[in-house]
């Protein structure tokens, strides 16, 4: 029984831990939500650029994605 309860506890704080972690979208996602605050001169293919030269992957949280534009010189928020 004891081994029961610990997987039970184990399997809780990952449950737990995957909650709390932002959840990531695709960048394309994340440009169809935000087009419309961005000045249309700037291109999501140089966005796109910009982020990847930052360090940023396809995948990421909309906060990550939203700082990096911040960064880029837009602040959408």
Known sequence: MAGKEMMKQVASKV???VVQQPQKVDFIVWW?????????HHH???IKADFKARGLS?????EDFSEALKKYGLDII
């Open 58 to 62: 396809d995948m990421e949280s909309m």
């Open 44 to 46: 999501k293919e140089i």
């Open 15 to 17: 449950v737990e831990e």
């Open 32 to 40: 169809a939500l935000n087009e419309k605050k961005i000045p249309s």
